[in-house]
């Protein structure tokens, strides 16, 4: 398992973002849902390494984040794409994924391969010279994606990666993922439920920091079967367990 | 490392038959072509940085410090250097009592959250934020003392107005305000790290140093009592390390990026 999580908490003050999650994954897709506040971000961020739990146990690639050497190897082969991505304006968008690049520690003879492959693979090459202050919102995010997976990851973290691609670029962004998926694991956050269904293997669903549901989209979408919200049958779904688990049962 | 397959986010637009020709990946014959031309040649200071620092990660997280590039760099040296003229006009030494501020606010905005456009991906990579801002601070802190050292001593030579002591007497006032200028510029860095905010840091070392300066002022009488009063530098080196102390604790690793 790439991601072993026991009964991990966060709180901020008073708010518990992230409450008693239990989780393990392995390779495959898993799409997480759930709506504003629910404790996505969090989550993404402990499996980061960036905030560490508040209690709870995490292993990563079979790891402990804990351990300051144990981290660092786990970092290597970390891929994160936060919700909200800053840019050096003047980077062009090789420069940009190369930073990086060594920042991750690619190897020193890998580095420019890495990133030729991390800018191809994200449609990019097109403007590979271009400054980042000349490119689109879409074009942005496909370079943040770009930088995490230019270390080729394991574990992949990707916080609302489809935010701001056109319809076409997210039909290639879901091969990607599948792709991707193949081998590492990869966790994508996200609100569109049709990108969980087109490319997620498994998704979980997360309500006030507790994971609802886990399991299959074709599970889903039958949770929601003669549920009368939503236009599609993975939103029926979404809707079905959000609405159990709010009336005082966890669906999962 | 896996090897890739750089068909995956096409969406399909190329299939491997038109790609792969008589045995020959002409996609990945592409990435290599595409490696080469886009090869970025690293200039002299990063090779440098990257021999030094035996990273060149580190180096490179070096080049992009906020506060050592080149418009800031000019702005500082313009600070300096008209104070270093007002310096001359009144024979009142006002480089001494600038540099210990403008560093400050140089630290302050070398490294963090608003400052760095991709803090948050920077904490979760292999190389340690704390060494990231370790080595900012140092050389910030360096560029600093040596720009204001530079005008320091400029400005003392050619002060033809006032009396100059000579000797160890010259040496000591023109490094008179390294030790107040290292205390402020932790305290900045510390209130920074602490805040999580380039601005508070920033406004916490010129307000400091303002009070004290004005304290030291009105009590003596002295325009640069602040720098030149052997009693203070005890304080000063208090200060610094008991700031050095929090910025430790601020970023020992299991606080995270929040």
Redesign the interface.
């Known amino acids: 398992m790439n991601i072993e999580l026991t009964n991990v908490t966060r709180s901020f003050g008073r708010n518990r973002a992230v409450d008693g999650v239990s989780l393990e994954v392995g390779a495959g897709v898993l799409g997480v849902l759930g709506p504003n506040g629910a404790g996505k971000t969090s989550l993404l961020?402990m499996l980061?390494?960036?905030?560490?739990p508040s209690s709870g146990e995490i292993r990563l690639l079979g790891r402990d984040p804990?351990n300051?050497a144990q981290?660092?190897?786990i970092?290597?082969r970390?891929g994160?794409?936060?919700q909200?991505?800053?840019?050096?304006p003047a980077f062009t968008v090789?420069?940009f994924v190369?930073?990086?690049a060594?920042?991750?520690?690619v190897p020193?003879g890998?580095?420019?391969?890495?990133?030729?492959?991390a800018?191809?693979?994200?449609?990019l090459?097109g403007r590979?010279?271009a400054r980042l202050r000349t490119l689109s919102g879409g074009m942005l995010r496909r370079v943040g994606i770009a930088?995490a997976i230019v270390n080729?990851p394991d574990l992949l973290l990707l916080d609302e990666p489809t935010a701001g691609l056109d319809p076409?670029q997210r039909?290639?962004?879901r091969?990607?993922l599948r792709?991707?998926g193949r081998?590492a694991t990869v966790v994508v956050s996200t609100h569109l439920v049709e990108d969980v269904g087109a490319a997620c293997s498994e998704v979980a669903l997360m309500d006030a920091g507790r994971i609802v549901f886990r399991g299959l989209p074709a599970e889903l979408v039958a949770r929601g079967e003669g549920h009368g919200v939503g236009d599609a049958p993975l939103e029926r779904g979404y809707s079905a367990v959000l609405q159990a688990a709010r009336k005082g049962g966890v669906a999962a | 490392?896996?090897e890739?397959?750089?068909s995956?986010?096409?969406?399909?637009a190329y299939g491997d038959g038109e790609r792969d020709l008589g045995g020959v990946d002409l996609?990945r014959v592409?990435?290599?072509v595409?490696?080469?031309v886009?090869?970025?040649r690293p200039g002299p200071a990063e090779r440098i940085a990257a021999r030094l620092l035996r990273?060149?990660?580190l180096a490179?997280?070096l080049l992009?410090t906020p506060s050592l590039l080149l418009p800031w760099l000019l702005s500082t040296l313009v600070v300096f250097g008209v104070g270093g003229l007002v310096s001359l006009a009144d024979d009142r030494p006002l480089v001494w009592l600038l540099a210990p501020g403008v560093a400050a606010i140089g630290i302050a905005c070398a490294y963090g959250p608003g400052v760095?456009?991709?803090?948050?991906?920077?904490?979760?990579?292999?190389?340690?934020h704390r060494i990231v801002l370790l080595v900012r601070a140092v050389a910030v802190f360096a560029v600093n003392a040596f720009l204001g050292l530079a005008v320091s001593a400029l400005t003392y030579a050619l002060n033809v107005h006032g009396a100059r002591p000579v000797g160890a007497e010259a040496v000591a006032i023109t490094v008179a305000w390294l030790l107040p200028m290292t205390a402020v510029c932790a305290l900045s860095l510390a209130v920074a790290i602490a805040a999580r905010s380039a601005v508070a840091g920033a406004f916490a070392g010129v307000f400091a140093w303002t009070a004290v300066v004005v304290a030291s002022m009105s009590a003596s009488g002295q325009f640069t009592a602040a720098i030149t009063d052997t009693s203070t530098y005890l304080p000063y080196l208090a200060v610094a390390a008991c700031a050095t102390v929090a910025i430790g604790f601020a970023t020992r690793?299991?606080?995270?990026?929040?």
């Open positions: 961020r980061a390494t960036v905030l560490p804990k300051t981290r660092r190897e970092r290597r970390l994160y794409l936060p909200n991505l800053g840019y050096y090789v420069e190369e930073y990086f060594l920042l991750k520690e020193s890998r580095v420019h391969k890495a990133v030729a492959e800018v191809e693979r994200v449609d090459g590979a010279k930088q080729n076409e039909v290639g962004f091969a990607l792709d991707l081998t | 490392m896996r890739l397959d750089n995956a986010y096409d969406g399909g996609g592409w990435t290599g595409a490696a080469e886009w090869r970025r990273s060149p990660g490179r997280a992009t760095d456009p991709a803090w948050e991906v920077s904490c979760s990579v292999p190389i340690s690793s299991q606080r995270g990026a929040q």
